[in-house]
């Protein structure tokens, strides 16, 4: 992991997601980070997508909460409901 402060960050944008198979890339700006450069390898564009929205993200947080204090089904229950492995 590199970081940078964004008044040194020079090179294209390019250069740098080439660079993202040694380690992220976090930019900072007064030493505090304002982005990163990261590989995302074995992800889609979809997950990607959705794993930054606020909104998904706060009904996932959601349901977390309400399995916690509701119960619910277990990964293992449902897959033997559904006939899945």
Request: charged share 30%; glycine share 6%; net charge negative.
């Amino acid at each position: 992991m590199r970081t940078l402060d964004i008044k040194k960050a020079t090179l294209s944008l390019a250069e740098y997601a080439n660079d993202v198979g040694e380690g992220p890339i976090i930019i900072t700006r007064e030493g505090q980070p304002v982005a990163v450069v990261l590989s995302v390898e074995n992800a889609d564009l979809e997950t990607i997508s959705l794993s930054t929205n606020p909104r998904f993200i706060a009904l996932i947080e959601h349901s977390r909460k309400r399995q916690e204090s509701e119960g619910g089904i277990s990964s293992e229950e449902m897959r033997k409901r559904l006939s899945l492995k």
